[in-house]
């Protein structure tokens, strides 16, 4: 892998940060701004242009990170990135379950062939970009099918589920299988899972998990809100607080006990980056083997959220928040530059 300096991680930032707002967030989403109908390059001729198309538009904190990963994993790291955007996509642009349905069980019957023991079954792989690059993920790297299989599993699952849940540990035991398969599913691309470190690893991204599950439940209030006229608090946190799901939607984070939710809803998500890296402590903070540093930047995006979210008091409707912070990039570059979690 070529070393990679901050001014080349910082190029690909022009095309990335339109001004203005990110669509997540805005309360009248354009057509050409929305999340929901993307417009990608590349094909089944060439999955990983339509891979990184694809981060790149719908993930691009994902696609900052994914620069420090060596030259051909990176192709693999895309395409699991990709893959969980596509679930992504069935989740908030298909209405009617039964045809989610459907979509879901492409995937999984994509899997079922992608990683069939039998060599004419495994040659049927679906003309499909992602799939193909999945597939050549598969023959190359010793990745687990079960990880692939929790993200749909937990996606058609979630789907059915009221978007506020009775309490916070509900929540995060409903959707941390989804953080947990993104950063541990990917791991064996760098990591071999016979590798002494391979479990201390697994244990600490775990942690990992549950930070980037709180981050994603703030981060979508915004939307469901604007969008749907909902919010997804877990009930425990509001009868704790206080808070009337009719007053947030009128005042937004001016509704009584709003901020303190958002308090120790982003406090529970910093306490597990915290014991995180306690795990790390016997190497003074460094993720060792540091090959297996790219997998553990995915927490730097999470943390700066959670820093922002505190400078402007917790309140999650902010439109700073919804602006791209341009040190972010910085921030990924020195924190791999560290090795330092």
Known sequence: MSKLTLSTLLRPLRPLTPPGRRAYATSKPSASASLNIPSTQGGPQAPLEYCSSLVQRLDPEAWLCSYFWPRRERSWYLAYRAFNLELHLISTTITQPALAAIR?????????????????????????????????????????????????????????????????????????????SLLLGPLPILLPPADPASSH????????????????????LPILVSSKRQINIPSDVCEKHNIVEEEVLRKGAEAQGFRDAALEIGTRGMDELITARRDLKDTGGKVKPDRAMPIFLSAVPAENYLQRLENLDFDVFHPDLQKHDWKLAPKIWWRFQSGKL
Do not use: C, G
């Open 201 to 220: 690893i697994s244990h600490t991204l775990s942690h990992l998990s549950t930070l980037l599950t709180t981050v994603s439940l703030l981060r979508n």
């Open 104 to 180: 879901f069980q492409f995937w999984r019957d994509a899997l079922k062939i992608i990683f069939s023991t039998n060599t004419e079954t495994a040659s049927k792989v679906p003309q499909h970009p992602v799939a193909l690059l999945l597939a050549d993920l598969k023959r190359n790297r010793p990745v687990q099918r079960y990880y692939l299989s929790q993200m749909i599993e937990t996606r058609a699952k979630t789907l059915s589920l009221p978007p506020s849940s009775p309490t916070l540990e509900s929540h995060l035991s409903s959707h941390t299988p989804l953080s947990t």
